[in-house]
C-alpha cells in the first residue's frame, strides 16, 4: 500500500509553550478524495488541520506530502509545496474587488494565471458577476467561494478547508458541497472540517471523529453515518 498523498501520522502536539491539544492524531487525504473531520465542540478539529498545515507545534509525529517530509517546514513554505488553505475567519480582503481577492491567491506564481481565474468563474459562475464588486459587500456564501476561488488559484495538489459552511444557509451550505464535490471530481484531495456532520459524512469518501484530539473513530463517510455509537453521540440518533 502507497502511503496517502497527504497525512499528518501520529500528531501529538499544541500552540507555543501550552499544554498538548492533539494526542497521537492520525489524519490522511489520498488523491480525489473528500476526507472530513467532525466531532464536538473543543476536540480539536481546526486544530488537527491546522497542524497539517505547520501553524502549531507537533512534538510528536510527522507531516507528509505526496511522500515528503513536510513536519518542520513553515506554513509558507507548504503552500510552495502545493497546499491550499482556507481559514474560517478573515479569509478575504473585503475592501478588495472579487478579481483583485483571486489574483491575490496567484502571488505565488509566475505564469499566465489567466485560464485558472476562468476555471473558478466556471465553477463559481456569481464571481465572475461580481468580478468588480469589492468582496465585502458579497453574502457569506458568496465570500466563501471567493476564498475557496483564491486557494485554487494557487493550483494546488491539496485543499484544506477549515468550516466552509459556517454560518451560511442550508441551501447556501448545499450548493457550497455540490462545488467541492466538483473540486475533488479533479482529482484534487479534498480535507475539512465540518460543524454539519451529517452532511458532511455524507460526501465524505472518508470521515474521522475526533474528541479531545484523539481519533474517536475513523471510516468511510457510510460507515461513520451508519455506526450507531457515532449516530447516537455525534449525530443526533
Do not use: W
Amino acid at each position: 500500500m502507497s502511503a496517502p498523498f497527504l497525512i499528518g501520522e501520529h500528531m501529538t502536539g499544541g500552540y507555543g509553550k501550552g499544554p498538548d491539544i492533539l494526542h497521537d492524531c492520525t489524519i490522511a487525504v489520498d488523491r480525489g478524495e473528500i476526507a472530513v473531520i467532525v466531532g464536538p465542540n473543543g476536540a480539536g478539529k481546526s486544530t488537527g488541520m491546522k497542524a497539517l498545515f505547520g501553524m502549531l507545534d507537533v512534538r510528536q509525529g510527522s507531516v507528509c506530502l505526496d511522500g515528503e517530509d513536510i513536519t518542520a517546514l513553515s506554513p509558507q513554505a507548504r503552500v510552495v509545496k502545493g497546499m491550499g488553505f482556507v481559514p474560517q475567519t478573515h479569509n478575504i480582503f473585503t475592501s478588495m474587488s472579487v478579481e483583485e481577492n483571486l489574483e491575490m491567491g496567484a502571488f505565488i506564481r509566475g505564469d499566465d494565471f489567466q485560464q485558472t481565474m476562468e476555471q473558478v468563474f466556471d465553477l463559481f459562475p456569481i464571481l465572475k458577476d461580481k468580478r468588480a464588486q469589492p468582496a465585502g459587500e458579497l453574502s457569506g456564501g458568496q465570500r466563501q467561494q471567493v476564498a475557496v476561488g483564491r486557494a485554487l488559484m494557487t493550483q494546488p495538489k491539496v485543499l484544506l478547508l477549515d468550516e466552509p459552511t459556517a454560518g451560511v444557509s442550508p441551501i447556501v451550505m448545499d450548493e457550497l458541497f455540490d462545488r467541492i464535490i466538483e473540486v475533488a471530481r479533479t482529482g484534487l484531495p479534498i480535507l475539512m472540517v465540518e460543524q454539519n456532520a451529517r452532511q458532511a459524512l455524507e460526501i465524505a469518501d472518508k470521515g474521522y471523529v475526533l474528541v479531545q484530539g484523539r481519533n474517536a473513530y475513523t471510516g468511510t463517510g457510510k460507515e461513520l453515518l451508519a455506526d450507531p455509537d457515532v449516530r447516537k453521540s455525534f449525530l443526533g440518533g
